[in-house]
């Protein structure tokens, strides 16, 4: 039967990249670039040869990005969701630096609307900005945010590329759905 499948996706410049290589401990099997919007295409990282980790586009939602550029992001990604049987779950990053962008909320709306499992992991938690609000702060924000818009909030993670924190709690989640999945006699 396929490997078992997990997702992630945020947007671009949130630490995708360096959260894949935090996760896997290999610092050449994702390229980390510097500049925003450089994961253009799909990449699979096979993981102890048993699980995949997907590294899905970001969505570039800057304000200048054309209804167009949204729309073919969702249409692809949506496609994604529902053509992988073998997905099992979807990590949405969020930057856990900023306070909370409507394009994350929206993206986590879209996933329940959808009815796709996703979990949230919040990066950069060791960032810290003079004058700005702290990353625990921002975690807190958008967590309130997004309980007016869903029932029941996902499992969230506040993790950080540069400590290693939340590491092993985010592989210990998915070690755990792999296993759930694996007696449900799915992927
Ligand atoms: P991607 O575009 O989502 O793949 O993001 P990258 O992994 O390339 O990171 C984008 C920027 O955020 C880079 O300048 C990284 O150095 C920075 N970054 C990534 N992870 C962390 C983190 O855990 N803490 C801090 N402070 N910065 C981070």
Known sequence: SKLPEFAAIGRS????????????????????SKEPGMTKLINHFLINDT?????????GFAK?????????????????????????????????SLPPQQVDLDCAAWLAE?????AIVFTK??????????????VRAFKKALSQVLEVLPWCFETSSRSGRGRSEVLGYLASLRELARRNGGP
Not at 114 to 118: A, I, K, N, R
């Open 13 to 32: 410049n949130v630490g995708k990249s360096s959260l894949i290589n935090c996760l896997t401990g290999n610092d050449k099997l994702a390229k980390v």
């Open 51 to 59: 699980w995949y980790l997907v590294d899905l586009p970001g969505y």
């Open 64 to 96: 200048t990005a054309s209804r167009e550029a949204r729309a073919s992001w969702l249409d692809f990604t949506k496609d994604f969701f529902i053509s992988r049987d073998a997905l099992v779950h979807v990590l949405l990053l969020v930057d856990g």
């Open 114 to 118: 959808c009815e796709v499992p996703f």
């Open 125 to 138: 938690a060791d960032a810290a900005k003079k004058g700005a609000p702290t990353p625990a702060q921002n």
